[in-house]
């Protein structure tokens, strides 16, 4: 069972960067999928960006693609979300997820079990 915590969203202005974390327990981070996803009242949850913990590999969404990028600290189980060049239709609330894949990649929220419990982060204009 892998818990994740996430921290770090804050009221921020336009143009502002923003580092979100994430830091897992419960388990020992092999194969895993760690992503970052983002929702909006009424919306889906929305892909943004995922790594492969072994391989350090990363694939993003084109919509955040040179804006944000996702890390990982090995030593703290922790990975992170560098958000620059903050834009309003960044508002949402912030998630971490978790999932145990043999290698590539998911995108779609259901193939995550296990989810953190979010994080505001909130970008005015």
């Known amino acids: 069972q892998v818990q994740l915590v996430e921290s770090g969203g804050r009221l921020v202005q336009a143009g502002d960067s923003l580092r979100l974390s994430c830091a897992a327990s419960?388990?020992?981070?092999?194969?895993?999928?760690m992503g970052w996803f983002r929702q909006t009242p009424g919306k889906e949850r929305q892909f943004i960006a995922t790594?492969?913990?072994?391989?350090?590999?990363?694939y993003y969404a084109d919509s955040v693609k040179g804006r944000f990028t996702i890390s990982r600290d090995n030593t703290k189980n922790t990975v992170y979300l560098q958000m620059n060049s903050l834009e309003p239709e960044d508002t949402a609330v912030y998630y971490c997820?978790?999932?145990?894949?043999?290698?590539?990649?998911?995108?779609?929220?259901?193939?995550?079990?296990?989810w953190g419990q979010g994080t505001q982060v909130t970008v005015s204009s």
């Open positions: 419960g388990g020992t981070l092999t194969n895993v999928n």
């Open positions: 997820a978790a999932a145990f894949v043999g290698s590539g990649f998911f995108t779609k929220a259901f193939n995550y079990p296990y």
């Open positions: 790594l492969h913990w072994n391989m350090g590999n990363t």
